[in-house]
T-cell receptor, first 114, second 109 residues
Framework: AQSVTQLGSHVSVSEGALVLLRCNYS??????LFWYVQYPNQGLQLLLK??????LVKGINGFEAEFKKSETSFHLTKPSAHMSDAAEYFC????????????FGQGTTLQVKP | SQTIHQWPATLVQPVGSPLSLECTVE??????LYWYRQAAGRGLQLLFY??????ISSEVPQNLSASRPQDRQFILSSKKLLLSDSGFYLC????????FGPGTRLLVL
């Protein structure tokens, strides 16, 4: 069975610092991997996704993630945090070829300090 | 382009009252549709998903039900609300990637 673990329910960084949000997954088949962002009282917005091909995926708002099969990881990074990046971030996995059903991690709340 | 709508945006209901939340998708046909609940401080819980009209799969036994009367319409219902039904309800549609609606905040008092 597939599962997703996000290490750290809360991450705090200073404005301008590197953002690193960790995600590890377990899957018996090559997965599709996703990162979503949720601002307060809003729905989830797709940041980026990995399906096949290049393992370094670039998304919106300057975020990127790298699929590392050997480490079963899909960590999200951004070189320089902005105050507007403060939100909750969800990593999700879907087995390749699935109809789109996702398994989500528990989420990581990113706080950005001025 | 595709858009997804949910209403109402906010709802306050007494315990024991019925519930109907609606989700509609525009700009696509035969999408997979999903209902999630997000309780305060917790992650996303998949409640129901549908791969076609009248086809509903329930992920968690509970006080809620779902229906898909039309291709791009997904309804979440309850006959009698419980306090524990409070939360933020999200609808999503997908082919390969899931896209989420704006959500409905439900408070049961």
């Amino acid at each position: 069975a597939q599962s997703v673990t996000q290490l750290g329910s809360h991450v705090s960084v200073s404005e301008g610092a590197l953002v690193l949000l960790r995600c590890n997954y377990s899957s018996s088949v090559p997965p599709y991997l996703f990162w979503y962002v949720q601002y307060p009282n809003q729905g989830l917005q797709l940041l980026l996704k990995y399906t096949t091909g290049a393992t370094l995926v670039k998304g919106i708002n300057g975020f990127e993630a790298e699929f590392k099969k050997s480490e079963t990881s899909f960590h999200l990074t951004k070189p320089s945090a902005h105050m507007s990046d403060a939100a909750e971030y969800f990593c999700a996995v879907s087995p390749a070829g699935n109809t789109g059903k996702l398994i989500f991690g528990q989420g990581t709340t990113l706080q950005v300090k001025p | 382009s595709q858009t997804i709508h949910q209403w109402p945006a906010t709802l306050v209901q007494p315990v024991g009252s019925p519930l109907s939340l609606e989700c509609t998708v525009e700009g696509t046909s035969n999408p997979n549709l999903y209902w999630y609940r997000q309780a305060a401080g917790r992650g996303l819980q998949l409640l129901f998903y549908s791969v076609g009209i009248g086809q509903i799969s329930s992920e968690v036994p509970q006080n809620l039900s779902a229906s898909r009367p039309q291709d791009r319409q997904f309804i979440l219902s309850s006959k009698k609300l419980l306090l524990s039904d409070s939360g933020f309800y999200l609808c999503a549609w997908s082919r390969e990637t899931q896209y989420f609606g704006p959500g409905t905040r439900l408070l049961v008092l």
